[in-house]
C-alpha cells in the first residue's frame, strides 16, 4: 500500500477535532501528523480518551510547518479563524477542508450579514465546493478547498433535497423543526450549556436568527435547479443529550402527496449514497449516533409531508462527513473509515 | 376554619396520582381520605418519596367506602377505567376529577375513532366540563363531573387560544411539535421507555395519529367561536429528561403578524390567569418544571407566527390543574397549594 | 399574625439562593426584603423560574440598607466573601445564615490549611454555631451566626453520628463514598461542568483533598463526645444529574454489629428529627429529591457496616436547612415552609 | 487473507449481543453467520442501528445449523440458559465464549449458592477458562470454552489484582464501591431502569448479596497466588448514563504505601496488556466509553490504598474482551477489531 498522507488538525481542542482524529486512526490512507492548538500541550491531554492512540503534541499554527507534513488539513476552527489561516495552506499546495462557515455561503454580503464580519478571502469563497457528497459528490474529487456543511444544514437539506429537486413542495413557509444535543453549541464552558442549567431542560434559541437559515436556503435552492428561491423557518432546540440532531421537517405538496411513493423517491435519490438510510418506521437520534449514517422518513399527515431527518452531529455532521470528502478527494472508496 | 374536604385518589401508583397527593397535602383545605390501588399496600410503599408524609394504605375501589369519607374524587386511571366507575360516584354525590381522556371528547364517535372503545356514559360525556380553568373559568365551579385536560394539549391550547379567539390565523395547517419528557408515558416499564433505549436519543412517536389530536381540534374550535373546525398537525417528540412539555406551534397570519402586539394580546388575555406567563424571552422548560405555570412567549419569523409554550406535564399537564379545577369548585382561590 | 421578620438574600444568583427565595415565598413568618447581587438585575432576570413570583430588584451589598429592612441575612457567597461582610451584618444586629464555609471549622489554622486563606473573624469563629439542627438543635435558637454545614458534610454526619455517639465504630478508616448531582459545583459555567463533559460520565475528583473532609472530622468527633479524632477518607464523585448526594459509608464496627438493632438504634437518635428518615429499604436520591428529608439506611456486609445516606444538596444540603435553622431561631414550628 | 472463521451470536436481541456484532462487523477474520433469538426478526429489526449494516435474520437455536456455519459461538444469554446448550455446540467442535456467568465460578456449590440453580455442566465448568486476558493470557488460546467475565468483575479484578499479585495489601475488608450506567440491567423492561425512575436518581442495590461478589473473589484469590481466601466487600449503584463502571476501590496496605510507587508496579503489571491504560489524572467514564480500554488510577489517602478503575460495560466488560478473547484463541493480534 502507498504511503499515507499526511492530514494536520488545525485547532485540535474542540470535539469534532477529537472524532476526526478518531476516525482517522482508523483510516489505513491517512496519518494525523500535525495538530495545532492554542493550548500548548500534548493531545491526549487535551482529550484523554486519545490515551494510548496517538502519541502527538499540539503546536501553534505554521503554514510552512503543515505544508511539509501534510497534504491535507482539516480546519475546525470558529468562522472567520478558517479564512484568515486557509489561503496561506493552498498557497503552500495544502488541501483544506474547512468545517467553520467561513466557506459556505457563496455571496459574501450575506456572510456579512449573518455573521456580522467582513468575508476576507472572495478568491476561497469562489472556489469552495460545499462537502455535502450526496448532492455535490462530483465536484469534490477535484476540490482543493471544501465547504464543510453545517449540522443542522445536512440534517435539513437530506431531509428535503428529493422533494425541492423534484419540484414537488412549495418553497417558502417550510417548518424545520430541528432538535440538537449539547456537543453542537462546542466546547467552550458557557452558562446555557452549564449542566445544571440544561440537563433535564429543553429550549429553543436564536428564533428566526440562526446561521445555518441562509446556509439552508441556499443549497435548497441550487438543489431545485435554481428559480425562485427556497425559504425555510428554521427553529433551532437544545436537548439534555451529548449528540444527535433531530429535524422534523413540515411541506406543503403543490399536489397530493402519497406515503408510499414518497419513500420510493427518496430510496432513488439516495441510492448511491452509503450512508444516508431511508427507513420506514420512525427513527431515534440513538440509532446513528456513533455513526456517519443520516436516518430519513417521510409521512403525510392532514395533507401535509412530514420529514423526519437525524444525524449524529459530530460524525455525519461534522468530523464524518469531512472524511467522506477526504476520501473522494483521495480517490478512495467513500466509506473508508467511517463503518 | 372549616373541616376539610375529604379527597379519594383512584388509581394511587402512578406519577399524577404522587403529585396529586404532594400537593394536596399543602392544601388546608382538603385531606387526602382514600387511596385505591390494584396494589394492596401503603401509600410510601407505592411512591417511597412519601415517607413520613402522609401515613395511608390503598384498598381497592369501593364507591360506598368513598362516598363515605370524600367529596371529590380524582380519577387517575388509563382510559376507559374512568368512565367504567365514574357514574357510581357521581351517583352517591361525589364530585369528579377525571385525569384520563374519557370525558373530554364531545362526540361518542370522536372517542370511538381515536380510542378504539366504545363510550359506556353518554350521560357523563354531555355533563363534563373541561377543565382547562384558562377558558372555561366560569363553567367549573358548579361542575359535578371535570375531564382534566391532556398534557400536550394544555401546552398547545393556551399556546394557540388568543389567536384563534381572535381569528388572526388560519384555521387549517397549524403545526404543533412537540416535545415531552418520560414521565409522560406513565408508570408501566416498556421498551421504548427504558432507560438505555430513551436517554441520550430524541424521537418522534405516534405521528399523525396521537390521540391528543381531536382535543386540540376541538378545544381551539370552541374557542375560535365555532365556524369551520381547527385543525392541527400534531407531531409529539420524546425528551430525555424526566417533566416538561415544550410545544413549538407555527401558524399562518391572516393578516400582517406584529410581535409586539401579539405579545400584548397574550397578555391581554390571559391577565387574570395566575398561571400563564407571557414572557419575552425564550422559555426553557426547566423554568416552569415542579410548578403549575405555563410559559408562553410568541415570534413571528418570515411572515409566520412561532409561539413557544411550555409547562410541567405532571403539574400543570396533569396533578396541578387537576386542584386548579378543584379549587374554582371549591370556592377557594384558585392557586392554593399551587406555589 | 405577627408582621413577617425580613430576611435578606446576599449573593442572589446562585442556585442556593434561589432555593431559599422559593422556600421563603412559602413561609408565613418571613418576607424577601432584599437581595443583593453584582449583577444589577431583577430576581426573576437572574432566576426565570422566579417569574411572577417575586417582584425585587437585586441591589450591591450595603449593610445599612440590609439593616434597616432586615432582621436575618442568608450569605451565599463563596468562601472568604462571607467573612468580609458578616461582622457588619452582626453589628448592625442582624443576624447571620452564613451558607459559606468561613464559619464552619473551629480552628483558624484549619481552616487556613484547606481554604488557602487566613481566616480574619475569629470573634465570628468562636461565637458561629454550627447549624446541623439534628445534632445541635439546643444551641441554634440563641445563634447570632449559624454556619450552615456543607451538603457533602450533612449527608456524613446524619450518617454516622448515631454510631460515633454511641462509640460503636473504630475512629479511623471510615470510608465515605459519596456521589453527588451536578449542582452541587454551583452556578459558574466550568469545563468539567460543561454539558458534554460530565453528562453521561462518572469521575471522583478532590481524591484526597476535598474541603468537607475537615468539616466532617471536626462535627464527629465532637458528636463522639471528644476523645481521639475522628479521621474519614472522604471520596467525592460528580453524577450526571441535577441534584442529590448518596453517601456511602463503610464503618468497622467495634463488636458486633446486628442490622436490626442499628435500624433501632437510628431511629431512636433521630426520633426528634423531623427530617431524617430511618428506612429499611435501599434509599435512591430521587425519594428525597426537592425536599428536606435525609434518608438513611443501614446494613451489615460481611462484618462491617455500610450506611446509605442520601439529601437534595440544594435543600436538606445548603437552603432547607438554612430555614430549619432560622425557623429554630425564630421560635416557629422548625418544619415550617418545609413540606 | 484466508476465509473469514464463522461465528455465531446465540441470544442476538440484548445489547452486548449488539456491541459484539458492530465490533465483528469491522473484524477482517470473523464473519457474523448465525444470529439466534426467540424473536424471530431480522437483526436490523431488532437493533434499527444495524440497518444497512448486516444482512441477517435470526433463527432459533440449532446446534447442528450452527456448527455448519461458525467455528465460534458467542453466548449472550441469561444464567442457566448458557449451560443448557454449551455442550452441544462443543460436542459438534464449535468453540464457545459464554457472555453468561454460567461458567466463572470454579465451584458448583458457589453458583449453586449465588444464582439458586444446580450447575448441570460439570465438564464444562471444570474446563472453562475465565477469559480476563490481562490474568490468563496464556490459557485462552487453547480454550474451548471461555468464561468472559462480569463487568463489574473486570474493572474491579484490574484494579486490584497488582497488589493482591504482590500481596501488598489485606486480604478482607476490601471495600469495592462500584457504580453502573444502566445498559448493565440489560434490555428487559423493569420498573427500576424505567427512565422516570433511575433518570436523576442514584441508588445501591444488591447490597451484600451482588453476584459478582463470588466471581471477585475467586480470581482475586487465584491472582494472589492461593493462601487465604480474598474477600470483598462489593456494593453496586445504578447511575444514570447508558455505559460505564466506575469502581471505587479501598484497600489497607501491608506496610507503607507510596503513591509513586504504586503506578509503577501497575504500569510494569499491565505492560504488555493493551487495553490497560494506567494513569495519573483522575479517569472519567466518558474516557473508556465506546472503547475496550480500562483506565485505572492510584492514590493514597490517609494511609489507605484508593484504586479508581473505569471501562465500558458493553465493550470491555462484555462484548470488547469477548472479542480479545476469540482474537487470543484465533492467533490473531489482541487488538484486531478493537480500536
Same mark, same amino acid.
Given at each position: 500500500?502507498?504511503?499515507?498522507?499526511?492530514?494536520?488538525?488545525? =485547532?485540535?481542542? =474542540?470535539?469534532?477535532?477529537?472524532?476526526?482524529?478518531?476516525?482517522?486512526?482508523?483510516?489505513?490512507?491517512?496519518?494525523?501528523?500535525?495538530?495545532? /492548538?492554542?493550548? @500548548?500541550?500534548?493531545? &491526549?491531554?487535551?482529550?484523554?480518551?486519545?490515551? +494510548?492512540?496517538? &502519541?502527538?503534541?499540539?503546536?501553534?499554527?505554521?503554514?510552512?510547518?503543515?505544508?511539509?507534513?501534510?497534504?491535507?488539513?482539516?480546519?475546525?476552527?470558529?468562522?472567520?479563524?478558517?479564512?484568515?489561516?486557509?489561503?496561506?495552506?493552498?498557497?503552500?499546495?495544502?488541501?483544506?477542508?474547512?468545517? #467553520?462557515?467561513?466557506?459556505?455561503?457563496?455571496?459574501?454580503?450575506?456572510?456579512?450579514?449573518?455573521?456580522?464580519?467582513?468575508?476576507?478571502?472572495?478568491?476561497?469563497?469562489? /472556489?469552495? %465546493?460545499?462537502?455535502?457528497?450526496?448532492?455535490?459528490?462530483?465536484?469534490?474529487?477535484?476540490?482543493?478547498?471544501?465547504?464543510?456543511?453545517?449540522?443542522?444544514? !445536512?440534517?435539513?437539506?437530506?431531509?428535503?433535497?428529493?422533494?425541492?429537486?423534484?419540484?414537488?413542495?412549495?418553497?417558502?413557509?417550510?417548518?424545520? &423543526?430541528?432538535?440538537?444535543? %449539547?456537543?453542537?453549541?462546542?466546547?467552550?464552558?458557557?452558562?446555557?450549556?452549564?449542566?445544571?442549567?440544561?440537563?433535564?431542560?429543553? /429550549?429553543?434559541?436564536?428564533?428566526?436568527?440562526?446561521?445555518?437559515?441562509? $446556509?439552508? @436556503?441556499?443549497?435548497?435552492?441550487?438543489? #431545485?435547479? =435554481?428559480? &425562485?428561491?427556497?425559504?425555510?423557518?428554521?427553529?433551532?432546540?437544545?436537548?439534555?443529550?451529548?449528540?444527535?440532531?433531530?429535524?422534523?421537517?413540515?411541506? +406543503?405538496?403543490?399536489?397530493?402527496?402519497? $406515503?408510499?411513493?414518497?419513500?420510493?423517491?427518496?430510496?432513488?435519490?439516495?441510492?448511491?449514497?452509503?450512508?444516508?438510510?431511508?427507513?420506514?418506521?420512525?427513527?431515534?437520534?440513538?440509532? !446513528?449516533?456513533?455513526?456517519?449514517?443520516? @436516518?430519513?422518513?417521510?409521512?403525510?399527515?392532514?395533507?401535509?409531508?412530514?420529514?423526519? !431527518?437525524?444525524?449524529?452531529?459530530?460524525? +455525519? =455532521?461534522?468530523?464524518?462527513?469531512?472524511?467522506?470528502?477526504?476520501?473522494?478527494?483521495?480517490?478512495?472508496?467513500?466509506?473508508?473509515?467511517?463503518?
Amino acid at each position: 500500500m502507498a504511503e499515507p498522507v499526511g492530514a494536520a488538525i488545525v =485547532g485540535a481542542s =474542540g470535539y469534532a477535532a477529537r472524532e476526526l482524529i478518531q476516525i482517522l486512526l482508523r483510516h489505513p490512507g491517512v496519518k494525523v501528523a500535525v495538530a495545532t /492548538s492554542r493550548q @500548548d500541550e500534548r493531545l &491526549d491531554a487535551l482529550h484523554p480518551g486519545l490515551t +494510548k492512540r496517538i &502519541d502527538l503534541a499540539c503546536e501553534p499554527f505554521d503554514a510552512d510547518r503543515i505544508a511539509e507534513r501534510a497534504g491535507y488539513a482539516f480546519l475546525a476552527l470558529p468562522h472567520t479563524a478558517s479564512m484568515a489561516i486557509a489561503p496561506s495552506l493552498r498557497e503552500r499546495g495544502v488541501k483544506v477542508i474547512d468545517l #467553520s462557515a467561513d466557506y459556505r455561503l457563496d455571496d459574501a454580503q450575506v456572510y456579512e450579514d449573518w455573521y456580522g464580519h467582513e468575508h476576507t478571502d472572495a478568491e476561497g469563497l469562489n /472556489s469552495a %465546493v460545499y462537502g455535502l457528497p450526496e448532492l455535490f459528490r462530483q465536484k469534490i474529487p477535484s476540490a482543493t478547498l471544501i465547504a464543510n456543511p453545517g449540522c443542522y444544514t !445536512s440534517a435539513s437539506i437530506l431531509g428535503l433535497a428529493p422533494l425541492v429537486a423534484e419540484g414537488l413542495i412549495e418553497r417558502t413557509g417550510i417548518v424545520i &423543526d430541528a432538535k440538537s444535543g %449539547v456537543s453542537g453549541a462546542g466546547r467552550s464552558p458557557k452558562l446555557n450549556t452549564h449542566f445544571p442549567e440544561c440537563n433535564e431542560s429543553l /429550549s429553543a434559541y436564536s428564533v428566526g436568527r440562526h446561521r445555518h437559515t441562509p $446556509e439552508i @436556503d441556499q443549497i435548497l435552492t441550487t438543489a #431545485s435547479g =435554481g428559480g &425562485d428561491p427556497v425559504e425555510v423557518i428554521f427553529t433551532p432546540h437544545l436537548v439534555p443529550m451529548d449528540r444527535g440532531i433531530f429535524a422534523t421537517i413540515y411541506a +406543503k405538496p403543490l399536489g397530493t402527496a402519497v $406515503e408510499h411513493d414518497l419513500i420510493e423517491l427518496y430510496r432513488s435519490f439516495y441510492a448511491d449514497s452509503p450512508f444516508v438510510r431511508v427507513v420506514t418506521h420512525l427513527p431515534a437520534t440513538k440509532d !446513528s449516533a456513533y455513526t456517519n449514517f443520516c @436516518d430519513i422518513t417521510v409521512r403525510v399527515v392532514r395533507g401535509r409531508i412530514l420529514i423526519l !431527518s437525524c444525524l449524529d452531529n459530530l460524525i +455525519k =455532521g461534522a468530523a464524518g462527513v469531512a472524511v467522506q470528502n477526504l476520501n473522494l478527494m483521495l480517490g478512495a472508496p467513500e466509506a473508508t473509515a467511517l463503518f
